[in-house]
Structures are given as C-alpha cells and as structure tokens.
C-alpha cells in the first residue's frame, strides 16, 4: 500500500509543472487572437451574400499585402453591426470555400 501511495505522489508531482503550463497558456490565447488581427476599412457589406468588402492593410497571418477585397464571414450576424466607412481589425482564416473573417472588433 505504501509502495502504491508513494507511486502515485509521484506521478502528481510530475504532472504538476504540465498542468499548470496548460492553465498559464489559456492566458496567452486573447493576446495572440490581437496580434493575428489585420486593420481595415468596411468599404461595403452585402447582407445578402454574407460577405465584406474590406480595404485592409497587412494580414501577417497569411502573408497578404495591403489591399481591397471581398471576405466571407463566419457569422452573419456581424453584418448587423458594421457599416461602410467603419475602421476595424479583424482576423480572417482560409477554408474551403475562401477566406473567411471570423472576428472583427471597432479599431481603437
């Protein structure tokens, strides 16, 4: 029983620095989501395609230069709260079907 006790003290002392490195990078997530965000400028939005057109600068996280295009978005609920002329950021991913934008947040 000792010998079992002992075992298994171990195995938490070993597992202890893992655990608590998963907790500390759960922290880390909205700082790399920021840093992954590209600026921009709605230029038109068409509810009805579910899309944005997008005058954007750099997008880092697909090594795009600046430039104007149509997006895809994720949600379409967030057709309801932009406007042409807003400046955002926002983070866009590429799938199947195209590039998609899946946050998009008021520029400060």
Do not use: W, Y
Not at 9 to 32: C, E, K, S, V, Y
Not at 60 to 66: A, F, G, R, T, Y
Not at 72 to 101: H, M, N, W, Y
């Amino acid at each position: 029983m000792r010998a079992h006790l002992i075992r298994c003290a171990l195995a938490f002392a070993l597992a202890a620095p893992a655990l608590a490195q998963h907790t500390a990078g759960n922290d880390a997530a909205p700082a790399a989501t920021a840093a992954t965000m590209a600026d921009g400028e709605i230029r038109k939005v068409d509810k009805a395609a579910k899309k944005l057109t997008i005058r954007h600068g750099e997008i880092k996280s697909l090594d795009m230069p600046p430039m104007t295009m149509v997006f895809q978005v994720r949600d379409p609920a967030v057709l309801d709260t932009v406007k042409a002329g807003d400046r955002i950021r926002f983070s866009v991913e590429e799938s199947a079907t195209g590039l998609v934008v899946t946050d998009v947040r008021p520029a400060p």
